[in-house]
């Protein structure tokens, strides 16, 4: 039998031999994701899939439970609230602006429906209903509109005081933080085509140097555009999927990609854990879409934080949340 200072000493041994060579090694030996944006302060998105890391926080459509999503206001709430990255979604005005909208219409999140000199420019969509679609508008007549909330049961208390952001004004916010605090910032924008467009912001903003001052990793339901983008620009890139991909097709995916995008269903199913650890085997970062406090799987969890608590176990290197503090809080 080993006395407790002997049982201490073989473990404090173990730790210095196993744990923390392991832990370093993959700290900072691992590669960070592909691109130009590669020289970071150490954190999960940089280092190898499945690090030891804590898992990051991307804010989806900023801190969208509690201000109108994809508003200035949201994303600065967001980064108070200790996100690691920002989500804006981007669509494309008629003078070719990249402006942070999630949706393909203004309807829900603005205020466009109630403004008579816009009556004329809608369109019927799929539903026969009036719809106002980004595209037919400039930047200076969608700067015009006022944001609202867009989900039912969340608070309408800050509708009408912002408007929609362009992509270079997000990009300039988080660099302002940046300034001001040290404390890194970046960015997962959601590419819904506009590629060409896209890449020509990103030289602009100086976000695919090899010395860019904010992290930018890409993301789309679109294999093509991500593809496209990453033609012209070394940047990590996360597929969104609404199934796993079969396993035999990982390495070939790898080539393309750095991460999977997993609805969050994916991760809480049996197999959640098995399927991680499968992408993560074959160089694919798994990010995991979308929690909320509010939106959460009652039946199977007690509460969101439960429920979010349960995919960081199964492994996840990042993941999506309307609720950057309790995501924050999650991964302290």
Do not use: C
Not at 206 to 219: G, I, M, N, V, W
Not at 245 to 252: G, Q, R, W, Y
């Amino acid at each position: 039998m080993f006395s407790i200072a002997q049982t201490v000493a073989r473990a404090f041994a173990v730790w210095l031999l196993v744990v923390l060579p392991a832990f370093w090694a993959d700290a900072v030996s691992a590669q960070p994701a592909d691109g130009p944006n590669s020289e970071r302060p150490l954190s999960r998105l940089w280092a190898a899939p499945g690090s030891m890391l804590p898992a990051e926080v991307i804010a989806h459509r900023g801190s969208s439970m509690e201000r109108p999503e994809h508003t200035l206001a949201a994303y600065q709430l967001a980064i108070e609230q200790g996100a690691d990255y920002l989500e804006p979604d981007l669509r494309l005005t008629r003078d070719g602006i990249l402006i942070a909208l999630h949706d393909t219409t203004l309807n829900r999140t603005t205020d466009v429906a109630d403004r008579p000199e816009f009556a004329g420019r809608a369109r019927l969509d799929g539903r026969n209903q009036p719809a106002w679609y980004p595209e037919d508008f400039m930047l200076e007549e969608i700067k015009s509109l006022r944001t609202k909330q867009g989900t039912k049961g969340r608070s309408a208390e800050y509708d009408g005081r912002e408007s929609i952001p362009t992509f270079s004004e997000v990009v300039a916010l988080a660099r302002r933080y940046q300034e001001q605090t040290g404390r890194p910032v970046g960015l997962v924008p959601e590419l819904r085509g506009s590629i060409a467009e896209f890449v020509r912001e990103v030289r602009t903003l100086k976000l695919d140097q090899p010395d860019s001052d904010l992290k930018l990793y890409l993301q789309s339901f679109s294999l093509d555009d991500l593809q496209a983008a990453r033609a012209e620009l070394a940047l990590p890139a996360a597929w969104l999927v609404t199934k796993w991909p079969a396993a035999e097709t990982l390495p070939k995916l790898r080539k393309e990609i750095t991460g999977l995008g997993a609805n969050k269903q994916l991760i809480l199913a049996a197999d959640g854990a098995e399927q991680v650890a499968r992408a993560q085997a074959a160089g694919l970062q798994v990010i995991a879409w979308t929690f909320a406090d509010d939106n959460f799987d009652r039946q199977s969890f007690e509460s969101a934080a439960d429920e979010l608590r349960t995919a960081l176990n199964r492994g996840v290197d990042a993941f999506f949340t309307d609720s950057p503090a309790s995501g924050r809080n999650a991964v302290r």
